[in-house]
């Protein structure tokens, strides 16, 4: 699907961005999501993340900081120097033993700490949704 007719489809949609390089994690997390009615986009990595920013505006952001080309530190800044994603609601998923440091550094909303429950990813999304 190409951006822009995506970018159309998600008018009035539940939508999730995932970030992740890790692309057992991506596949089970899209399934997982499409399942409870959300609208998954895919990116590797930052940079691929930004290009599919650049048309459409998710609900929220999974962001994994650990990825090549555009880690997610890199990609949080760049996306909050944009005007219209300043309020892109952005969760970092992270094994990291600092997670909630981590994620508030980099200007996140909330955080997962990796491995995480599936109920609780859910209920922070439908939180960051509203």
Do not use: C, W
């Amino acid at each position: 699907m190409m951006f822009q007719e995506a970018s159309n489809d998600l008018m009035g949609k539940k939508s999730v961005l995932i970030v992740e390089d890790d692309e057992g994690l991506m596949e089970a997390l899209q399934e997982l999501l499409e399942m409870e009615g959300y609208t998954v986009l895919l990116a590797h990595d930052g940079l691929e993340a930004l290009e599919i920013l650049e048309t459409i505006t998710p609900s929220v952001v999974l962001l994994d900081l650990r990825m090549p080309r555009m880690d997610g530190e890199a990609f949080a800044r760049a996306a909050h120097q944009r005007m219209r994603l300043r309020s892109l609601y952005i969760i970092v998923m992270t094994a990291n033993l600092y997670a909630r440091q981590t994620a508030f550094a980099v200007g996140a909303d909330d955080f997962l700490a990796k491995p995480f429950d599936i109920r609780t990813l859910l209920e922070k999304i439908e939180q960051a949704i509203g």
